[in-house]
Each structure stands twice: as C-alpha cells, then as structure tokens.
C-alpha cells in the first residue's frame, strides 16, 4: 500500500484493509510504504504497528515517486500472494475474496478495471484514453486502458518483476511484459476517506511520458513518417513549381513560402531533436544505475520468513 500524505486516511483503511485480509488468511501482512510524506503519516503507522503485528511500515528519504513505493512493498513482501492497494480507501476491500478465488482458478494475475472516470476531467479522461492507444500501437503487449495498481499477484509474477533492472519504472507496463495468466474484474472505485487526491495533471503527464520511452517507439515511428511526409511533399511542391513555369510561364519569387517551409523545417527538427534527446536521457538514468529507493525508517513485524507456510487455500488442478 504505498501512501504519500495519506495520515488521515491510514487511520481507517489500515485496520479496514486488515481486517479483509484475515478473513482470506490466517497469515498475513500489510506493508505500508511512505513516500516521503510530510504529514503525520509516520507517527500513525507506529502507532498501528504497535497495535497490530501484521503491518509493517516504510519510510523512504523521501518523495521518489508511486512506481518505487511500489517497487519497495514488492521487494519487502515476504508472502505468496500480493495484493496492492492505494491508501485513500478507493480501492474496495469486497473485491478480495473474488480475486483470492481467481487466483485459486489458475490466474496468474488479478488486475480491477475501473468502470467510469467520473472524477476526472472530460480533457484529462480523453488525454488517457489516447494515451494507451498511442503506447499500444505497435507494441508487442497490451496494456489495458482502465486497470490501476489495484490487483493480485502470484509470487512468481512478483518475483519476475523484481528481476526488472529498470529505473525509469512504468509499472503498468511491467506487469503486461512479464505476462502470465491474468484475468481482469470490474470495480467502481469509492470516494476518498478523507482529502483530495495527491495525483494531479503534472503527475500522470509525467506518468505517460516515462512509459511512453520505457514501453513504445511510437514517437520515433510518428518522427519517422512526418519526416517520410515532407520530404514526399517538398518533391512535390518543387514539381508543381516546375510545371508552373515551363507550361503557364508562373514565375513567382517565393520568399513567404521559402520564409514558412523553413520556419516549419526548424520546428520538426527541434521536436526530432528533443523526442530523441528524451530517450537519451532515460538511458543516461538507467546506466548510472543508482537504487529505485532508499529506506530510512522501518517498523513492524509482518510475516515471518518462510513462504510455504500458511497459503491461503489452493488452486485447482
């Protein structure tokens, strides 16, 4: 459960979402991992580490983002199945039981699809949308428009995304690449337990960008065909200069147009330059190969080592 400035809303999903978890098992833990926050998340989760044994708290130096928050619980869970939540109370704890039983049926991988973006903006939903059509275009994976971080997942999924070295991590489209079974159920999400959500326009842009370089080649195919497109139309434009003035005898000087196409030339450059310049930075990121996070509070005492012991019930044959 990664959580960032969320100290209102733990005091309630914590005990909530533990709860929930004891009626599927009677060994569980709750990892909750702060994200550097700056409220008092930090002294309720001590508190809710002293009053239940099976929540375990991380504090990261500070705000390095939800994709390595989430990275963190992954590396510190020491179960068979995971489960990840948002902390503001959205994602329902009723959803539970159905994807403990998916999984017992052979799934792999149980990811919630939202059914509506009502709380979002008309611009912002559309901007999503046409962002999983662009990074999916052409892409050997799928990456389902609607599905979040809300989902279950079988240790050997986990364990295939902690072989990820990546830094500039997109967890959405990590867990499409590693693959697996999965299987998706739908979800209404329900209103916050308290605030107004800390992810704004500024941080799902920054989102999309990174999984746009991390998971698509799309920009650099779309460059590709703009400059396909100008060069075809600049030798057509030159032709129909030609025959202008060898059949109609048109002369004309062209300084406008000569001034436009150039001004237009510069600016696909600069964007070329920049598209490419973006890549190169995420590379420039990956080799100096620095850790995802970095933990400077731990409490709590969760599982104990040990994962054959107590799973949840079965799967079928």
């Excluded at 809710?48 to 504090?59: D, E, G, M, S, T």
């Excluded at 039983?101 to 611009?123: E, F, H, I, N, T």
């Excluded at 703009?226 to 030159?238: E, N």
Aim: with cysteine.
């Amino acid at each position: 459960m990664p959580s960032f400035n969320e100290g209102a809303s733990l005091v309630v999903v914590v005990p909530q979402t533990l709860a929930a978890l004891r009626q599927l098992s009677s060994r569980v833990e709750l990892i909750v991992v702060d994200d550097g926050s700056q409220d008092d998340t930090a002294s309720v989760m001590h508190q809710l580490c002293a009053a239940h044994a099976q929540v375990r708290y991380l504090k990261l130096s500070r705000n390095f983002g939800k994709e390595s928050a989430l990275t963190a619980g992954l590396d510190t869970g020491r179960g068979e199945i995971f489960m990840q939540m948002d902390a503001d109370g959205q994602h329902p704890t009723a959803l539970l039981p159905e994807m403990l039983l998916k999984w017992q049926q052979g799934a792999d991988v149980v990811y919630a699809l939202r059914k509506a973006r009502d709380d979002q903006s008309p611009l912002q939903a559309g901007l999503i949308g046409l962002f999983y059509k662009l990074i999916n275009w052409g892409s050997r994976i799928d990456i389902p428009a609607n599905a979040g971080d809300f989902r279950l997942m079988d240790r050997q999924v986990v364990d295939a995304l902690k072989a990820m070295p990546e830094r500039n991590r997109f967890m959405k489209g990590m867990y499409a690449w590693v693959g697996f079974s999965s299987t998706a159920i739908d979800y209404e999400p329900l209103p916050r337990t308290d605030g107004l959500t800390k992810f704004g326009m500024g941080g799902s842009f920054s989102l999309a960008l990174t999984g746009m370089v991390a998971f698509s080649t799309a920009p650099l195919r779309l460059l590709a065909w703009l400059g396909l497109l100008l060069a075809v139309s600049s030798i057509a434009y030159g032709a129909w200069e030609v025959l202008q003035y060898f059949i109609w005898g048109i002369s004309v000087p062209g300084y406008a147009t000569l001034v436009v196409s150039m001004m237009f030339l510069n600016g696909i450059q600069l964007l070329g330059l920049g598209i490419i310049a973006e890549y190169v930075g995420r590379i420039y990121d990956e080799v100096k190969r620095r850790p995802n996070y970095i933990v400077s509070q731990r409490c709590g005492q969760g599982l104990p080592d040990g994962r054959d012991e107590g799973k949840p019930g079965g799967r079928a044959a």
